[in-house]
């Protein structure tokens, strides 16, 4: 293995408070960071880097870890634009566009399905996410959530099993028959490839009753519970979330105080997702709520082709910066350390000795620009496990 450093960083986001100037952020002004083979193995001010075998110089730019988007649905066929025009013509958003996808989904080849994926996740790449978590949810068969899950872990080893997105079109008068298909043959031939369980907990696809006996299930097969809660309107998902030890509440748009609470004296990272609320004119979540009352909060694309048709992290930083009460570092944080906390990885999100070595070299002299130039293409390069690949 050959060591490389990248020296003369502006403005380095280690996420590490112990470091630089004990902010959570943990940033370190005229930096450098080591890299040896896949993991970090020195960070500290530029002129007092070790030697290493290669050297790059950052010309003042800053480097923040890689974005770690926990909560994303790649795998699936066709797209859903004639809804989403009609949508911006007036039309709301409600549980149930989901079919549409499921069809084209079912349609697709396992090949075109995998390039599927490859092709959203290069565009996430090029943006800076350097981990995903991605989910089933577009078949709503034994045979079609077990193949897609396959398909999604030739890309990630965050794979989730979301067999109860809705409720299939096939169960459409039978929702308790479709419940005991998700927990049992679905189940079966669907946990072996997974890591996680997911339910939609919301009106139109599952309540409170049917979303605890789908979590259990997964649990008891080995799956950890994440749970998609409190989207469209207050419900029990963010409690059932809290009670179960869920890694992850996912939205997060209509919370009670007590809810509040709940995440706040709780282990469950509130994973947010503006993309969504951005492409449906919904209510914004409101961060600042969360972080004030001690929350972890997560900020994620919610990529898919219904609600959230977007790959982009540093637009959702922005969004969350302009319009959920978060700052530019909270965001920050929130799109790195926080998706990984939602994951339950110390490996990724920071960028410390012996985490991996993801990192984003802005052409921008501080993570700021992220939202104070939001559109604008500023990820000038991308390692991922110690490898450039942007």
Same mark, same amino acid.
């Given at each position: ?32 960071? /080591? ?11 530029s002129? =007092? &880097? #070790? ?9 003042? *730019? ?17 797209? $859903? ?12 958003? *409600? ?26 996740? &290069? ?11 991605? =989910?089933? +949810? ?11 899950? $396959? @398909?999604?872990?030739r ?43 997911? @339910? ?11 979303? $605890? ?5 997964? *649990?008891? =097969?080995g ?5 998609h ?6 419900? #029990? ?6 009670? !179960? ?23 469950? @990272?509130?994973?947010?997702? #503006? ?11 409101? &961060? *600042? ?29 922005? !969004?969350? /910066? ?5 700052? %530019? ?9 926080? +998706?990984?906390?939602? !994951?339950r ?7 410390t000795?012996?985490?991996? &070595?993801? !990192? /984003? ?6 993570? @700021? ?7 604008? %293409?500023?990820?000038r ?10």
């Amino acid at each position: 293995m050959t060591t490389t450093a990248v020296t003369h960083i502006a403005s380095l986001v280690t996420n590490d408070p112990s470091l630089g100037n004990g902010t959570p952020l943990g940033l370190i002004q005229d930096a450098a960071v /080591v890299i040896d083979g896949d993991r970090i193995v020195w960070t500290g001010e530029s002129s =007092k &880097a #070790p030697a290493t075998d290669n050297v790059l110089d950052a010309a003042g *730019r800053a480097v923040i870890p890689g974005f770690v988007d926990s909560h994303s649905h790649l795998v699936f066929a066709g797209d $859903r634009t004639q809804e989403f025009n009609a949508r911006m013509s007036g039309r709301p958003y *409600r549980a149930g566009g989901i079919r549409t996808t499921v069809a084209a989904t079912r349609a697709a080849s396992d090949e075109e399905l995998s390039a599927n994926v490859a092709r959203y996740l &290069a565009e996430a790449l090029s943006q800076g996410t350097t981990t995903f978590e991605t =989910k089933s +949810g577009y078949g709503l068969t034994v045979e079609d959530e077990a193949r897609a899950l $396959r @398909v999604a872990a030739r890309h990630t080893d965050e794979v989730t099993y979301l067999g109860a997105h809705i409720v299939s079109p096939d169960y459409a008068d039978d929702p308790a028959g479709y419940v005991d298909l998700v927990t049992g043959p679905m189940l079966e031939a669907c946990a072996p490839h997974a890591r996680w369980i997911d @339910v939609f907990c919301e009106q139109g696809a599952f309540d409170g009753d049917q979303a $605890r006996a789908i979590l259990t299930a997964g *649990r008891a =097969k080995g799956l950890h519970p994440r749970i998609h809660a409190n989207q469209l309107t207050y419900g #029990p998902g963010v409690q059932l979330a809290v009670e !179960l030890d869920a890694a992850s509440a996912d939205h997060c748009t209509h919370l009670t105080d007590a809810d509040v609470d709940a995440l706040g004296q709780g282990d469950t @990272v509130a994973t947010l997702l #503006p993309g969504a609320e951005f492409s449906t004119r919904a209510t914004w979540p409101d &961060a *600042r709520r969360l972080l004030d009352a001690g929350a972890t909060v997560a900020l994620s694309t919610d990529c898919n082709p219904g609600s959230s048709f977007t790959s982009s992290m540093p637009f959702c930083v922005a !969004l969350a /910066v302009r319009d959920m009460g978060m700052t %530019p570092d909270e965001a920050i944080w929130s799109a790195t350390a926080g +998706g990984a906390a939602a !994951l339950r990885r110390t490996d990724i999100g920071r960028i410390t000795p012996g985490a991996r &070595a993801d !990192l /984003v070299l802005l052409d921008a002299p501080s993570h @700021v620009h992220l939202a104070y130039r939001p559109g604008v %293409p500023l990820v000038r390069a991308v390692w991922r496990s110690g490898q450039r690949v942007v």
